[in-house]
Nanobody, 123 residues
Framework: QVQLVESGGGSVQVGDNLTLSCVVS????????MAWFRQTPGKEREGVTH???????ATADSFLGRFTISRDTAKNTLYLQMNSLKSEDTGTYFC?????????????????WGQGTQVTVSS
């Protein structure tokens, strides 16, 4: 059974750093594209960053230069390093497993999702 469990969210101040984790079970974190998405109230879930099987990464413009995706195959865990947080980064962050080795920003190309972890950034 495939399972993704996020953790690491919380309430922080503008400028702080935070690391989210997504522990994966039921398959290897390296076997498919893995991604982080963010959702805020009233808006669609949007892609933050993703990493393909062959390790190519991409990050959405809003987060570029501040957020970094990585994975630890020994721990079968996906990470999101969030630096220099802004108030507009607030939202619920989800990790997701893609259908393919390569990645897209299309939510329909993701098979499995975690339950989400809340990040609140205040000034």
């Amino acid at each position: 059974q495939v399972q993704l469990v996020e953790s690491g969210g919380g309430s922080v101040q503008v400028g702080d750093n935070l690391t989210l984790s997504c522990v994966v079970s039921g398959y290897s974190v390296r076997s498919n594209c893995m991604a982080w998405f963010r959702q805020t109230p009233g808006k669609e879930r949007e892609g933050v960053t993703h990493i393909a099987t062959f390790s190519r990464t991409a990050t959405a413009d809003s987060f570029l230069g501040r957020f970094t995706i990585s994975r630890d195959t020994a721990k079968n865990t996906l990470y999101l390093q969030m630096n220099s947080l802004k108030s507009e980064d607030t939202g619920t962050y989800f990790c997701a497993r893609g259908r393919y080795a390569g990645c897209t920003w299309n939510r329909d190309d993701y098979l499995d999702w975690g339950q989400g972890t809340q990040v609140t950034v205040s000034s």
